[in-house]
């Protein structure tokens, strides 16, 4: 959520920090703004919305200058108006915030009680003039900032600019991301290195409790205890064209397309194909003495880590845990010796679940990280980093992402399941040839977009609508309600079909649709048996199997979705694509927006 980005430059800077923000538009955001420096003063143009009101406010009001910040606020604090939207400013400095200070209200409080006036309801305006109470009493913005940054209490990166100081911007870290880009005469900050790609490929990533001071020419990086620290230049590979929408009417539609390449690559690391056997990075401890695995993760990356609970513990014998992030810690989890943490992330900087990380490796859990950005916190900080390869997801609802992490974590299942020595030669061959047909397969599911986008009217109506599925089809229901509810705003729920009988069968009529997630195989007649309670009810089938399925149990349905017949250990691979493309047709029947869903965020770094 949020983003920043700052450029100290000797020519104009605005443009461009508009098209860093629309770079990371991706992330979320309901308000967006600049400031700069030229002639002595602190320019500002903010908006409310979308970052074209932003363009038209510029257009009127220009912000001319060599050196800038802007940002794209998620509210937290304060609704999402203009006042509350950054930078936030006063006569000497302003900045732009991502992240939340907790203690932001003692904060407050004191500098109101010293007579300062605030204008925003935001807890980024207080740290705004906590460093402009050290700068008018005399500090200069480095002892300024070093002055302020212990006495904040939460999540932060902050760019900074000084009025009398149009030479250079300073930035800080702690909890949220902030890299460091570096130009020909120019430098810049961002949250991320999408936002920078046009401008360079040489970034730095601060590290937790760094903050940097900028010029055009040069990066100073001081750490928590401020001492003088040198980061890493290295090359950051992300491409300006990665956020083309291309033919495509949509990123997400896009992304949905992109899974039988990205599956394909992020398998490619993981499968040798000279022996057909399953290969991991390189492992720094005995992974066959993991004798239980912790996974967390939240929303979408939570599902597939409870796709791969089935599957760790049916292949590999091994007793896996697993919590959404936001409540892991607070329920102080016991943790074994000798246990494994394994966590999923898109972004690897989700607030939640960095937390919960840093909690287990406290606690001397062996840490594995699922994510698919390299360089990120998370990424850092492991003991086992796997990546997928989907590329840069611009879409909030996480699609591509979610088969990459299925197609992971299979691979690891079925590499502790041989170190372990629960799967033989043969059976671990097994497991190769279904996964590299998985490409095959997610290409044949999309075949059927047309006859997916022709239901979507059916199901717009709807209020509520409900998802079934057993075994590992059950956390791809529960999949497939979040895309509904995130982006068509239609209320979704999934359950275990088996659970019907239990509740939710009260809420079955002729209104309320129900998609029934039902592969040919060991699970079928079950979840058939189920879906015969609904039909029973009156409620409104759409069935999703294949042909073999279909014409066992697709007569009497509102509707069907024919899927290719595939081993069951890649089925939640493949029912994947008509769950996310149901719920983007279904979207675009009622209008909404689906690349950028009301009050959500890509990257949620606040708890």
Request: hydrophobic residues 40%; negative net charge.
């Amino acid at each position: 959520m949020c983003g920043i980005i700052g450029i100290v430059s000797s020519k104009p800077v605005t443009d461009r920090l508009v098209d860093g923000l629309r770079r990371m538009e991706y992330r979320g955001y309901d308000s967006a703004g600049v400031c700069t420096i030229h002639d002595g003063e602190l320019v500002r143009r903010r908006a409310q919305g979308k970052l074209n009101n932003l363009v038209e406010e510029l257009a009127g009001n220009p912000a001319p200058g060599a050196i800038g910040i802007a940002h794209t606020r998620w509210a937290t604090h304060g609704a999402p108006t203009t006042n509350n939207a950054h930078p936030h400013a006063t006569d000497h400095v302003a900045l732009v915030h991502n992240g939340i200070i907790e203690n932001f209200k003692t904060l407050r409080d004191e500098l109101l009680n010293s007579g300062r006036k605030l204008e925003s309801e935001t807890d980024s305006e207080v740290v705004a003039h906590l460093i402009s109470q050290q700068v008018e009493n005399g500090a200069s913005p480095q002892d300024a900032v070093k002055t302020v940054l212990p006495r904040l209490r939460g999540a932060f990166a902050l760019a900074i600019t000084f009025r009398q100081h149009p030479d250079m911007l300073i930035g800080a870290r702690l909890g949220s991301p902030l890299v460091v880009g570096y130009g020909e005469g120019e430098t810049y900050l961002g949250s991320d290195a999408l936002a920078l790609a046009p401008l360079t490929q040489q970034i730095a990533y601060l590290e937790e409790g760094d903050w940097v001071v900028i010029t055009k020419d040069d990066a100073a990086i001081f750490d928590a205890e401020n001492q003088p620290v040198i980061r890493e230049i290295t090359t950051s590979g992300a491409s300006a064209a990665a956020v083309e929408k291309g033919n495509y009417r949509h990123y997400m539609q896009k992304e949905i397309f992109e899974q039988p390449t990205v599956v394909a690559q992020t398998l490619r690391s993981y499968i040798r194909q000279s022996d057909n056997s399953v290969a991991l990075p390189q492992i720094d401890f005995d992974l066959s003495a993991i004798k239980r695995i912790t996974i967390v993760a939240c929303g979408t990356s939570y599902y597939a880590g409870m796709v791969a609970k089935y599957w760790i513990e049916q292949f590999a014998r091994v007793p896996v845990d697993i919590d959404v992030a936001s409540e892991f810690r607070y329920r102080n989890p016991v943790l074994e010796n000798g246990g494994l943490a394994l966590f999923i992330s898109q972004s690897g900087e989700t607030a939640d679940t960095l937390a919960a990380l840093r909690h287990c490796k406290q606690a001397g859990q062996t840490i594995a990280v699922v994510v698919n950005v390299p360089t990120s916190s998370m990424a850092r900080e492991a003991d086992l980093l796997l990546p997928t390869h989907a590329g840069p997801e611009i879409g909030v609802a996480s699609t591509k992402a979610f088969t990459c992490q299925l197609a992971v974590l299979a691979a690891l299942a079925a590499r502790l399941a041989v170190t372990k020595g629960q799967m033989d030669r043969t059976e671990e061959q097994d497991v190769v040839r279904h996964l590299l047909e998985a490409p095959a397969a997610l290409n044949a599911a999309l075949d059927h977009d047309d006859d997916i986008a022709a239901i979507a009217p059916l199901i717009a109506p709807a209020r509520d609508v409900l998802y079934l599925g057993r075994g590992p089809d059950y956390p791809l229901a529960m999949e497939g309600a979040l895309k509904l509810k995130e982006i068509s705003y239609i209320h979704a729920e999934g359950y275990a079909s088996g659970e019907m009988k239990h509740g939710p069968i009260a809420l079955i009529d002729e209104a309320v649709p129900v998609i029934v997630l039902a592969p040919s195989g060991p699970l079928f007649e079950k979840t058939v048996s189920n879906m015969e309670e609904v039909r029973a009810r009156g409620g409104q089938i759409v069935l999703i199997s294949d042909r073999e399925g279909l014409a066992e149990a697709g007569d009497g349905c509102l509707a069907t979705i024919e899927m290719p017949k595939v081993h069951p250990l890649i089925a939640p691979l493949v029912y994947a694509v008509p769950v996310q493309l149901l719920a983007y047709h279904t979207a675009c029947v009622k209008g909404t927006d689906v690349d950028q869903p009301r009050n959500l965020a890509k990257s949620v770094t606040v708890e």
